[in-house]
């Protein structure tokens, strides 16, 4: 029928866009599951915002030559009654695609900010707080004025905040979105590259966006020092950073061997669960 017809060609325009875009996609039975379970995971994340089931932990940042803690990054989780404990990279996708990043971002960024004046009010030295945000927050209308209200909500140095940008965010609307960071780097945040060399990697982002920090990801870090490939990788990254001044932070550090090679090339701060 055509109503069928139409259920099923959405589908898979769906399918083709979760795998990148500039593609096509047939459609298949198989897909009717998955996009059944994505609804059923939309709806309980719309409901989740309400209930307040997603909570923001925090990962420290440690200095690599001295081992002591220099910055935290806001995680955030959700804990579903239905599917349980959920990582970011299980319903951020789809937060995404439904323009639920926009309320979930929000929160993430007023729980961190108010965690840090929480910590400092208690005693403790100021940390550098990082949030992850996407490219449709940067792209909202009015972004940069809400996070001057956050810096002034809870009387924060611009400095203390760092937000952590995608190469793909980068991607989109380049001249406006460079005006954006640079209107954010004005106030004194910090901005971070995140996942950097699993994405276009181009040399260029760094000359023309206000980016302090690189973040060397995980599936580089996690064959470190027996992996060859890896090694090359993230020596050659180590130089480039350095090169440039830039702060470099290793993700996925678990492991002392590991550790111990950052050391070796100078990588200044190490992160991992």
């Not at 059944?36 to 420290?60: C, N, T």
Request: proline share 3%; charged share 20%.
């Amino acid at each position: 029928s055509i109503d069928t017809l139409i259920k099923n060609a959405d589908i898979a325009m769906y399918d083709s866009k979760a795998k990148g875009r500039n593609r096509y996609q047939l459609y298949s039975g198989s897909m009717n599951v998955s996009f059944a379970e994505k609804l059923s995971i939309e709806m309980q994340m719309r409901k989740a915002i309400d209930r307040q089931e997603f909570q923001v932990f925090y990962q420290p940042q440690i200095r690599v030559s001295t081992g002591k803690i220099s910055g935290m990054e806001a995680l955030v989780r959700w804990s579903s009654p239905l599917h349980g404990s959920l990582s970011p990279l299980e319903f951020i996708p789809l937060a995404e695609e439904t323009g639920l990043i926009l309320t979930i971002g929000e929160f993430v960024l007023k729980s961190a900010c108010e965690q840090i004046m929480l910590w400092r009010n208690a005693g403790l030295p100021p940390l550098r707080m990082a949030v992850n945000i996407s490219s449709q927050q940067i792209e909202q209308d009015g972004f940069c004025t809400f996070i001057s209200q956050l810096l002034q909500e809870y009387h924060l140095e611009g400095s203390m905040l760092e937000l952590e940008v995608t190469e793909g965010a980068l991607l989109n609307d380049g001249e406006h979105m460079i005006a954006k960071l640079k209107m954010l780097a004005s106030m004194g945040i910090q901005i971070a590259l995140d996942d950097f060399g699993t994405g276009y990697s181009s040399l260029s982002y760094l000359q023309k966006f206000p980016i302090n920090t690189i973040k060397i990801d995980q599936s580089f870090v996690r064959g470190l020092p027996s992996d060859p490939n890896n090694v090359s990788i993230v020596t050659a990254i180590c130089a480039m950073a350095q090169g440039l001044k830039m702060n470099l932070i290793a993700e996925g550090v678990e492991k002392s061997e590991q550790l111990r090679f950052l050391h070796s090339l100078n990588c200044n701060e190490a992160e991992g669960f």
